[in-house]
């Protein structure tokens, strides 16, 4: 599976995960401009979410991808993670 195919798993992998506490608000994956074998993942965890630490967030959800989408593990994952601090979206 290229790229593009494993970006779309992952999209769609992560449109029913939970990640603890319900889904996200928002999530975007795209396979990097500048690096070949790159797919970044931004997610919106929305104001419900605000105390939820994003970092271990990011590896929670690397480590769910890797495991629903086996050909996610020949690619490196940036994943990004964002509580709205404010309350607000």
Request: charged share 30%; no cysteine; net charge negative.
């Amino acid at each position: 599976m290229g790229i593009n195919e494993t970006a779309r798993a992952i999209e769609s992998f992560l449109e029913t995960y939970d990640g603890g506490g319900g889904k996200p608000v928002a999530v975007q994956v795209r396979p990097s401009g500048d690096d070949v074998d790159v797919i970044k993942i931004w997610i919106d965890l929305g104001p419900a979410k605000k105390g939820v630490d994003p970092d271990a967030y990011e590896r929670a959800t690397a480590a769910a991808i890797k495991e629903a989408v086996p050909e996610a593990v020949e690619f490196r994952l940036q994943v990004r993670a964002e509580a709205d601090p404010s309350g607000s979206t």
